[in-house]
Antibody, heavy 124, light 107 residues
Framework: EVQLLESGGDLVQPGGSLRLSCAAS????????MSWVRQAPGKGLEWVSV????????YYADSVRGRFTISRDNSRNTLYLQMNSLRAEDTAVYYC?????????????????WGQGTLVTVSS | DIQMTQSPSSLSASVGDRVTITCRAS??????LNWYQQKPGKAPKLLIS???SLQSGVPQRFSGSGSGTDFTLTISSLQPEDFATYYC?????????FGQGTKVEIK
């Protein structure tokens, strides 16, 4: 069974940093691109970032580019999101999700499955 | 960015009803459209990919159709476990944008 388990969410002050992790199991981790998607409280879904299976290609939403860094350790089957210069508007549940293929941004793509999410709260 | 607009934003329906949710893209996205179901406090679940491909394990009362800019998710006979929020998502281009969601509530 494919499983994704996020961790690392916390309460952090504006301007602070946090690193999220997503532990994967049940599939060949290095063969799939992985994404982060967030959901602000009571709001809809927002794609944040994607990384290719090898880790060589990364892409970001404009709202986080230059502040967030996605990475992966294929030897540990773990995906990461390093979040710096956090703002109140970054407050959200952050989900990791398995992409449909190894390539980071194919047209034929979907997210399945998703982890259970981890809550990041940015507040003073 | 491609804007995805769902309608309605919410609806009330009874068990057994046929429910239709519409998703419109701001430009043509061919058939690169997915549908997800999200229940309160839970992660989204993929229902349909590529506009009409039902995922394994998803009940056949769910179906998707459309191409270009207009897409539809249909639930042929609403069941108690279907009360949730539904999102469409385009993967034609980056960023991968989602619709704002359609909340299906019990009448």
């Amino acid at each position: 069974e494919v499983q994704l388990l996020e961790s690392g969410g916390d309460l952090v002050q504006p301007g602070g940093s946090l690193r999220l992790s997503c532990a994967a199991s049940g599939f060949t981790f290095s063969s799939y691109a992985m994404s982060w998607v967030r959901q602000a409280p009571g709001k809809g879904l927002e794609w944040v970032s994607v990384i290719s299976g090898s880790g060589g290609s990364t892409y970001y939403a404009d709202s986080v580019r230059g502040r967030f860094t996605i990475s992966r350790d294929n030897s540990r089957n773990t995906l990461y999101l390093q979040m710096n210069s956090l703002r109140a508007e970054d407050t959200a549940v952050y989900y990791c999700a398995k992409d449909a293929s190894n390539a980071p941004l194919p047209m034929l793509d979907w997210f399945d499955p998703w982890g259970q999410g981890t809550l990041v709260t940015v507040s003073s | 960015d491609i804007q995805m607009t769902q309608s309605p934003s919410s609806l009330s329906a009874s068990v057994g009803d046929r429910v239709t949710i519409t998703c419109r893209a701001s430009q043509s996205i061919s058939s690169y459209l997915n549908w997800y179901q999200q229940k309160p406090g839970k992660a989204p679940k993929l229902l349909i990919s590529a506009a009409s491909s039902l995922q394994s394990g998803v009940p056949q009362r769910f179906s998707g159709s459309g191409s270009g800019t207009d897409f539809t998710l249909t639930i042929s006979s609403l069941q108690p476990e279907d009360f949730a929020t539904y999102y469409c998502q385009q993967t034609y281009s980056t960023p991968r944008t989602f619709g704002q969601g359609t909340k299906v509530e019990i009448k």
